[in-house]
């Protein structure tokens, strides 16, 4: 299957993109996450795809971040959610985010996502709370090999193979992290947040 594209982003046209690799043009959907990241038109892109085969079409979803795939993924695993509505989730609210609403199990936030009614909400959080915790947070296995983590990412692996657990790393590491720290530095902050709380 089609696990990967590199190529030059010809059109995007939300929820579109049309991407040209060794002159075979690949039409993909993504989430508007995806999109407001993506480079300019000619510039080389690399996205991570989902390869959907039905009945009576195929589809390919693009996405830059292996969490993003991977919540799409899981969130189609949940009764009731298709294609359509994981877009809408990425489109609406961050993996980080997302995570962190099904761990607090808060229902009322996750109804505000288009297509999400109260039912479904609450099949998500039972049935995702406990993948939500390596989803989001850039944990070993979560980026493919030779993607590197950024700084926030690397601090987020490191303090869980220390031990804390995944909704505390995430909250000490978006409390301490500030623009251009080292994952070092991030690391360094977060234990003292975490000796000091």
Known sequence: MIGRLRGILVSKQPPWLLVEVGGVGYELEAPMSTIYDLPGL????????????????????????????????????????????????????????????????????????PGIGKKTAERIVVELRDRVDGMAAGLPGAAPAGVPLDASGEATVALQQLGYKPAEVARLVQKVAADGDSAEAIIRKALRAALGS
């Open 42 to 113: 000619g510039k080389e892109v690399v996205l991570l795809t989902h390869y959907a085969q039905k009945e009576d079409s195929v589809a390919l979803y693009g996405f830059l971040q292996e969490a993003e795939r991977a919540l799409f993924r899981n969130l189609q695993k949940v009764s009731g959610i298709g294609a359509k509505i994981a877009l809408a989730v990425l489109s609406g609210v961050s993996t980080n985010d997302f995570a962190r609403l099904v761990q607090a199990g808060d229902v009322a936030a996750l109804t505000k996502i």
